[in-house]
């Protein structure tokens, strides 16, 4: 079977990386049986810049996007795309826009349990912010997501009161920024091959299927 890695840029706080994540995990599905696919979830911020708190959220997107008129037609757009892929947007339960650097870390974390215990993790937390409106900033609400994912709680609340990779999450952001990502998500298959932003499953496939035919063809090769 050929093997296929997929490292994702994304923010926890980004409603097209979770229409992205539902979506390459249809085209994960599509391809099981002929491609392997590990998936690593890699971090980057949105909002790098606000307090540990977080802020307003409705006040802090509608003078990000210009107005509330603006942010009710995106939420609307979004809310019709997310029925189709399996996500239930509920924008109006969402009150802080969190720093989402905390939520980075726990995402690292759960790598040491795997790509499976990560996926699970990142998949709490984009349902945690926009399907349940818990600010995922709180390490209250991040110890009891890294519970439900099977981590340790003790451990976990042990590194989230201290310092531990918070250096690190940010040297990756900057890394992501440096190879050219300025939006998210973006799919970089095999570290070779990016693909960028929210594609449809169509797509998703496609290119799972296009980059391990390449792969064949070079080993045949």
């Known amino acids: 079977m050929d093997h296929v890695n997929i490292d994702v840029v994304s923010d926890v706080v980004c409603p097209w990386c979770y229409l992205g994540k539902a979506r390459l995990d249809q085209a994960i599905a599509n391809v099981a049986g002929d491609i392997f696919v590990t998936v690593n979830w890699r971090p ?20 990000k996007l210009g107005s509330q008129a603006a942010v009710d037609r995106a939420h609307e757009m979004l809310t019709g795309l997310g029925q189709q892929d399996g996500i239930a947007f509920n924008f109006d339960a969402v009150k802080i826009s969190p720093n989402t650097l905390d939520a980075h870390r726990l995402i690292r974390w759960a790598l040491t349990d795997g790509p499976a215990t990560q996926s699970r993790v990142t998949a709490l937390l984009f349902k945690a912010n926009f399907e349940e ?3 995922v900033g709180d390490h209250a609400v991040l110890l009891d997501i890294a519970t439900e994912a099977g981590l340790d709680r003790a451990v976990i609340a042990a590194l989230l009161a201290s ?23 973006c799919f970089i298959i095999d570290s070779q091959y990016a693909v960028m932003g929210a594609q449809s499953v169509e797509v998703l496939t496609d290119a799972l299927r296009d980059i391990a035919k390449m792969k064949d063809t070079s080993q045949i090769n």
Do not use: C, F
Request: net charge negative; hydrophobic share 35%; no cysteine.
């Open 44 to 63: 980057y911020q949105l909002n790098p810049d606000l307090p540990p708190e977080g802020v307003d959220h409705k006040a802090h997107l509608a003078a």
């Open 133 to 135: 409106g818990r600010n």
């Open 163 to 185: 310092d531990a990779d918070k250096d690190a999450v940010s040297e990756e952001i900057e890394m992501a920024r440096g190879m050219g990502v300025t939006g998210v998500p």
